[in-house]
């Protein structure tokens, strides 16, 4: 069902033993006379809530809700949001939020949840996802793609429904695929697991207001449903198709996508073959993504984003001690020293699907290509669009592996990069958006 008007969106911003946060103005709770300012602490006490500052103080069992008396000009702070949670950038900020402020009891923590309007929500999203002084036309195109997925998975029984995660084991085979959860107390959270919603501490332009005030209520349809619009920093050249990288389930808007306007001189793009899937790693193909433009770069790679640089071919090296704790870690299984670690399958991008993990003690595949990108870096490896290279040691015993790699991200749905590179040069929102996800239309759903 598509909606016919507004809707609102709870969003889950920190969950915590404690939280410290700052209402500024006056915020009224219901059952209580008095308006509550000011610096306040809230946790659990005796398996009920307590909130307090210097001079007031809060007793509930399960919620409170802080509800602004002006709901634009009114805010508050929460402290230490943590952000890129488990990704190489993670840190904690302060950050400032508008609406209304719910504060909900989750076992022995306390959840802060920020429900806003969907278009204030999405103003705050395209300025968090990249530089609110982008290009309008990026900023356009992503607060359409930003609207339809948040609209998709409330109105589309099919993804709601979905499981957040999916194994396959066997002795010899781990496949996971990890998709976005439906939580339990909010609607998204704030960070990459969803998209990422950082308040009005990142609103700093007239065209955000603008991008998303001029494409209110449109979103992208598929045989008229709401589109599960996906998108990444960078494809590396080709978009990855979604049964790739989520369920086995095709999408006809979310297939494979050459990030250019033709296809590649002198690249076979069937990378079943091993030797094709390394040329076009080893290689600096033209596409839109392919760019060392600062400026264009600055739009998308944001703050703590701009700490990455080869984000369109890259290397990673391990040595062997390295390489076989860390996928110990990773795995919990002692795979005893890395013999080998071969590509079994690949996506339509050069991403790999399947791995085959060789030890001296364990030999399994793993898959899809999150569970590759965790298992092989501390973090998250920039993607599974891999090749790899052993450098011989003792008794056939490689001391090092050598990855290159391409692209950052699953690839699935619209290049970040490569669609401000697209609005650098000329093209609407509307292009861009139908570059990527093709067969999809635009529609208004609401005014």
């Known amino acids: 069902m598509i909606s ?6 709870c969003v889950g911003i920190v969950s915590d033993r404690k939280i410290n946060f700052e209402l500024y103005g006056d915020f009224k709770v219901f059952g209580y006379k008095e308006t509550f300012s000011g610096i306040f602490t809230v946790e659990i006490v005796n398996n009920i809530i307590v909130c307090k500052s210097a001079s007031q103080k809060l007793e509930v069992a399960n919620k409170i809700a802080f509800e602004p008396t002006e709901p634009v000009s009114e805010s508050f702070l929460i402290h230490d949001v943590v952000i890129g949670k488990n990704f190489h950038w993670e840190r904690k900020e302060k950050q400032r939020f508008n609406y209304s402020l719910r504060i909900i009891k989750d076992e022995e923590n306390v959840t802060a949840i920020n429900c806003i309007p969907l278009e204030t929500y999405l103003v705050s999203v395209i300025s968090s996802e990249m ?18 997925w948040i609209l998709a998975q409330a109105s589309n029984s099919e993804i709601k429904e979905k499981k957040p995660a999916s194994c ?38 007239q065209a955000a207001f603008d991008a998303v005030s001029s494409t209110r209520g449109i979103v992208l349809l598929s045989e008229n449903k709401i589109c599960d619009t996906r998108y990444s920093k960078c494809c590396g050249g080709i978009t990855e198709a979604y049964e790739n990288v989520w369920e086995p389930v095709k999408r006809s808007y979310l297939k494979s ?13 069937d990378f079943t073959d091993e030797k094709k899937a390394r040329k076009w790693i080893m290689g600096n193909p033209h596409s839109f993504c392919n760019t060392g433009d600062r400026k264009i770069l600055s739009q998308i790679l ?43 399958e ?26 590759i990108r965790r298992t092989l870096s501390e973090s998250h490896l920039y993607s599974s669009s891999i090749v790899i290279e052993k450098v011989d040691g003792e008794e056939d015993i490689p001391c090092k592996f050598i990855l290159y790699g391409a692209g950052w991200g699953h690839g699935v749905g619209l290049c970040q990069i490569g669609a401000a590179v697209m609005a650098e040069r000329s093209h609407l929102f509307d292009e861009i958006l139908l570059h ?12």
């Open 131 to 148: 530089n609110a002084k982008s290009s309008v036309e990026l900023l356009k195109a992503h607060a359409v793609i930003a609207r339809s």
């Open 257 to 269: 996508v050459i990030d250019y306007k033709y296809e590649p001189e002198n690249y076979t793009l």
């Open 436 to 447: 990527y996800f093709s067969g999809a239309s635009i529609r208004k759903t609401y005014s």
């Open 168 to 205: 396959k084991e066997s002795d010899d085979e781990f496949i996971r695929w990890y998709d976005k959860a439906d939580h339990k107390l909010f609607d998204v959270c704030a960070d990459d697991h969803c998209q990422r919603f950082q308040g009005v501490t990142k609103v700093t332009t």
């Open 4 to 9: 016919a008007e507004e809707p609102e969106i």
């Open 302 to 344: 944001v703050d703590y984003d701009q700490e990455t640089t080869d984000f369109y071919r890259w290397k990673v090296e391990h040595n062997q001690a390295e390489l076989a704790e860390l996928i110990r870690e990773k795995t919990g299984k002692d795979f005893g020293q890395i013999v080998d670690l071969i590509p079994v």
């Open 346 to 371: 690949r996506g339509k991008s050069s991403r790999v699907t399947k791995l085959k993990i060789i030890g001296t003690k364990k030999t399994l595949t793993i898959g899809k290509e999150l569970e």
